[in-house]
Structure formats: C-alpha cells, structure tokens
C-alpha cells in the first residue's frame, strides 16, 4: 500500500524503526496490518535502498531521504488541487469531528 510506505519513510526520516514499534504507528493512522504485512513493507523499502537494515532496526538511506523529498512535494500539489482552499461551506460539526481512517491492507 502506498500510504503505507509514505507513513514509514516519514517515520524513518524521524527515528529508526522495528516492526513492533511501526505496527501500533500504522494502525493508529487506521491501518489493519499484521507484523508479517509491516515487515514486508520494510524489507521492501530496503529492497529498493530507501530504508537500511541493521539487527531489527530498520534507518532510512539518502535515497529515501529524495524520495520522501519528491513525495511530499507531489503530496503538496495533490492537495492544492483535490483539497478546497474555502471550506466555509463544511458545517461546524463535520470541523470538529475528526473521523479515523478505516483503511484495510
């Protein structure tokens, strides 16, 4: 999924990462995923050089660091086209209840 792997190369920019520690960060953001789904989306990214494995620690590499870089800027001009800048039209309740995800792999 690629949400998924937008979600771990952000957390990787930030920390390192195991399985036992992404699974909760996953499922937080309303992903139903196992630890055998989070470990191969983490051996994948490592197959493609943008995560690095050391033990069960898992870093992210320069390669992922461009990669997130190209991601977030395209996220960026999605959002500005698909996302209304005017959202007075949006009630007051819809505002203030945050809705969890439900997105299931």
């Known amino acids: 999924n690629l949400f998924i792997r937008i979600h771990m190369l952000h957390q990787a920019n930030q920390h390192?990462?195991?399985i036992a520690d992404m699974q909760p960060?996953?499922?937080?953001?309303?992903?139903?995923?196992?630890?055998?789904e989070v470990k191969q989306q983490l051996e994948h990214l490592t197959d493609e050089n943008m995560l690095t494995?050391?033990?069960e620690e898992y870093r992210i590499t320069g390669t992922g660091i461009s990669e997130l870089r190209e991601i977030?800027?395209?996220?960026?001009?999605?959002?500005?086209?698909?996302?209304?800048?005017d959202t007075s039209h949006v009630s007051e309740r819809t505002?203030?209840?945050?809705?969890?995800?439900s997105v299931v792999v």
């Open 53 to 55: 494995v050391s033990g």
């Open 16 to 18: 390192k990462l195991t």
């Open 95 to 101: 505002r203030s209840s945050k809705p969890k995800p």
């Open 72 to 85: 977030r800027k395209r996220l960026a001009m999605l959002c500005g086209e698909v996302v209304p800048a």
């Open 25 to 36: 960060v996953l499922e937080n953001w309303g992903y139903r995923i196992g630890d055998r």
